[in-house]
């Protein structure tokens, strides 16, 4: 039977392996950080030809289309990132080698989970935190652990 010492040092090899992809392309987090500026910047600019509807000021629009972009980050790496990772090991042949260790199947697949995950969060926090610096986008700390079970 395996441990769970054993389930965690698994997933932290299969998150070591992630990070070592992801920091072997050279300006990957110059384009992350880039990315989230500028859809940050966009969205600004946009927000201000908007009248009228649901929202109460450009301000409130530019809030809901910020928060928005940040759960839609996230939700691509949970439902998009996962999949198609998972698609890339099958391809590579290299899935049934870890399919066939002690790790498993289902904890190699919750621990190709975490790297996404955690990125797409940074990503969503430089986001909002960059929108509320640069923009003056209003923050309401009380309701924000409501977008944890999000």
């Known amino acids: 039977m395996i441990t769970l010492r054993a389930h965690a040092s698994g997933a932290v090899g299969i998150l070591k392996r992630d990070f070592a992809i992801f920091a072997?392309?050279?300006f990957r987090v110059l384009t992350e950080v880039g990315s989230a500026v500028l859809?940050?910047?966009i969205f600004y600019y946009i927000s201000r030809l908007v009248t009228g509807g649901g929202f109460a000021?450009?301000?409130?629009y530019f809030s809901f289309a910020i928060v928005g972009f940040a759960v839609l980050q996230v939700l691509t790496a949970a439902l998009?990132?996962?999949p198609f990772s998972l698609r890339q090991e099958l391809v590579a042949g290299t899935f049934e080698r870890v399919m066939v260790s002690p790790l498993g199947p289902v904890t190699a697949l919750l621990a190709m989970a975490i790297f996404p995950f955690l990125?797409?969060?940074?990503s969503a926090t430089i986001t909002i935190v960059y929108a509320a610096l640069v923009f003056g986008m209003p923050m309401q700390w009380e309701t924000a652990p409501l977008a944890l079970p999000a």
Do not use: I
């Open 24 to 26: 072997s392309y050279r």
């Open 39 to 41: 859809g940050v910047t």
């Open 57 to 60: 000021s450009p301000d409130a």
């Open 80 to 82: 998009v990132v996962v």
């Open 119 to 122: 990125s797409a969060l940074v």
